[in-house]
């Protein structure tokens, strides 16, 4: 039984989830990565991403 109610709250969040979108800086402007073509989206999911830490 607990597993159905761990997954019936997982359905529930799914639900309120609000899509956002991804930019990416391309040729010195942002642009949102859902735009890409399916060659450009898969060199980005291949990209090395970082986050520089806040000082």
């Known amino acids: ?3 159905q109610t761990c997954n019936q709250k997982v359905e529930l969040l799914n639900e309120k ?3 956002c979108l991804v930019y990416t800086r391309v040729m010195g ?3 949102p ?3 890409f073509n399916i060659g450009k989206k ?5 990209r ?6 806040a000082q």
Do not use: A, I, L, P
Request: charged residues 35%.
């Open 1 to 3: 039984m607990k597993t």
């Open 17 to 19: 989830r609000t899509k």
């Open 29 to 31: 402007y942002h642009r």
């Open 33 to 35: 990565v859902e735009s």
């Open 42 to 46: 898969g060199e980005h999911r291949q």
């Open 48 to 53: 090395t991403h970082f986050q520089e830490n």
